[in-house]
């Protein structure tokens, strides 16, 4: 195992040296110490490497982040896996606002609470999320899965596409074009393997579905011309 002692080292340093990582690495596992909330630690990776955060962390970490596994050991500040690809990010504690914002693959778990925004514009990431999320999540999401084991803030799935969202709390209101959907076998598959990635112990029987109603403009086939 790899220590690296950002305090010491410095930031360019360590995301220099996670870079320099490719898919034959014999370096696969790093452990990164005295984060103190540093900004954009493991951004960018791309190789099979697994990285443990000790400590909280600031904004966009493991950003853009493809095949690696990233774990933090406490909490994330803003844009935490923003523009995630491929690989794992796990938060302990809670993220801020904004986390998974336009993923395109992977999944985020989120042990604790998220706040505002979680999931934005997510083009096919997972999230799963322990706690609860704040208001906004989901906007003008695309495609992937969103679960929330807690409550839902306002405005849930505002201009949702065709992402899916599980909550199983309360949801304090839905945005526009977004409905409480059918569960039926094949969302209850689909979340029980959620579920059992992000570590959760809830039953997917409790979870209700929301998605899009396609009423927005751009779904409607009677403004077609």
């Given at each position: ?8 080292e410095g930031l360019r340093a360590l995301n220099s040296a996670l870079h320099a990582q490719s898919e ?138 065709e992402a899916r969202l599980f909550v199983r709390g309360s949801v304090k209101s839905l945005g526009a074009d977004c409905i409480e ?45």
């Open positions: 195992m790899q220590t690296f002692d950002l305090e010491a034959q690495t014999n370096q696969t596992i790093w452990q990164v110490v005295n984060p103190k909330g540093s900004h954009a630690i493991a951004v960018g990776l791309d190789a099979p490497i697994e990285v443990n955060v000790k400590g909280s962390t600031g904004y966009y970490c493991a950003g853009m982040n493809k095949q690696a596994t990233v774990h933090v050991h406490g909490s994330a500040g803003p844009g935490v896996a923003e523009n995630m690809m491929s690989g794992t990010v796990v938060i302990d504690g809670d993220a801020s606002q904004y986390a998974g914002a336009t993923g395109h693959g992977g999944t985020l778990v989120i042990k604790g609470n998220a706040s505002s925004r979680c999931g934005i514009s997510m083009k096919g990431i997972d999230i799963v999320v322990h706690g609860s999320v704040g208001h906004m999540s989901a906007f003008m999401a695309q495609s992937g899965n969103l679960v929330v084991c807690g409550d839902a803030g306002d405005a849930l799935g505002d201009s949702i596409y959907k059918e569960m039926r076998p094949e969302h209850l598959e689909i979340l029980a393997d959620l579920l059992e990635r992000g570590g959760c112990d809830a039953k997917p029987e409790e979870f209700k579905r929301y998605g899009s109603a396609r009423k927005l403009y751009n779904f409607n086939i009677d403004n077609a011309y």
